[in-house]
């Protein structure tokens, strides 16, 4: 198996074999596809114009649940396919667009459907993420432009690497950012990502200047990587510069739960040996961010 490989800079990219399927941020594997009919077309043209307007997209999994993606009850949707390559990446496996399930976005809106009663008695609704939801924006917009028809408050999670992808129709149907914000250091962002930090700022101070988008903040904490004080610092002062449009920071405490994936993927794991933050680090952390006035889980 061959690979493309940088220690400097991020994970190692290699050719995936079959996809392999399950949730983000360390959850229980979901149930990949499973219930979304596949969309098939065996004329390449007619499926890359269906990707180009939308009508099709790659899929990684879906699944219900309450209070992890955005509030209230949810159908979180993972496409798959991101721009970066973070060393700490829960689903290496949806680091490729074509390693997903062509679905067609009449049929995950037909699922957001059946759900919108729950959602609605919860205050839950749909939250697209991946991968990187914005790999696959025409997708996407399709996708928060059904919703809203159907009154179903609308999330996506993203780094906001691809924030330029993200057309001011598709944050007019937007209700909640959930933005990952790696590092606060450049070079350290680099290190853990592959990629630049300044499309992720400049993202979140678009959505700032809007001012009608509410967005949520993830910091996923990995001691030795990014939990360096003024690392957190530049985090933390990033942030409350955003104003009142942050209503929520998430501090996100590493884990190895992952870890197997890289594995069956045969992807070389750089935390192999990387422990857990302590709960002394977490709240140390947790408190820089509330020392700039933030609500902090």
């Given amino acids: 198996m061959s690979t493309v490989t940088d220690p400097q800079v991020g ?18 594997q979901g149930a990949g596809t499973e219930g979304l009919e596949e969309a ?10 269906a990707v180009r307007a939308g009508e099709v997209g790659s899929v990684h999994s879906w ?10 009850t949810r159908m979180t949707v993972f496409l798959a396919g991101c721009p970066l390559r973070c060393l700490y990446c829960h689903n290496p496996d949806t680091m490729q667009m074509r390693r997903g399930t062509d679905v067609t976005s009449d049929e995950l809106l037909a699922r957001v459907s059946r759900y919108r009663g729950v959602m ?19 997708f996407v917009r399709r996708l928060l432009r059904g919703a809203k028809a159907m009154d179903v408050h609308t999330a996506i999670d993203t780094s906001g690497y691809l924030g330029a992808q993200c057309t001011d129709e598709m944050l007019d149907d937007l209700d909640l950012v959930l933005l990952d914000v790696k590092s606060g250091d450049p070079e350290t962002y ?8 300044e499309p992720t700022l400049q993202f979140g101070r678009r959505l700032a200047a809007r001012g009608d988008t509410e967005v949520w903040i993830r910091f996923v904490l990995v001691p030795g990587l990014t939990d360096d004080v003024e690392n957190v610092e530049k ?5 409350a510069s955003l104003g009142e449009c942050v209503t929520r920071v998430e501090v996100l405490p590493f884990h190895q ?21 302590s ?14 006035g933030l609500q902090v889980f």
């Fill in 235 to 239: 985090v933390a002062q990033y942030v």
């Fill in 40 to 49: 098939t077309n065996e004329d390449r043209s007619a499926r890359l114009a």
């Fill in 279 to 292: 709960p002394e680090l977490v709240e140390r952390v947790r408190g820089q961010f509330r020392a700039r």
């Fill in 63 to 72: 699944e219900l649940v309450t209070a992890v993606d955005g509030p209230g």
């Fill in 257 to 277: 739960m992952g870890r197997d994936k890289w594995a069956e993927l045969g992807m070389r794991y750089e935390l192999e040996d990387t422990q857990p933050p």
């Fill in 120 to 138: 609605r008695a919860t205050h839950g609704g749909l939250t697209i993420s991946g991968g990187e939801p914005l790999m696959q924006p025409a």
């Fill in 190 to 197: 680099k290190r853990v990502t592959g990629r630049e930090l």
């Fill in 11 to 28: 994970a190692p990219v290699v050719p995936l074999g079959m996809p392999l399927v399950g949730g983000a941020h360390g959850r229980v």
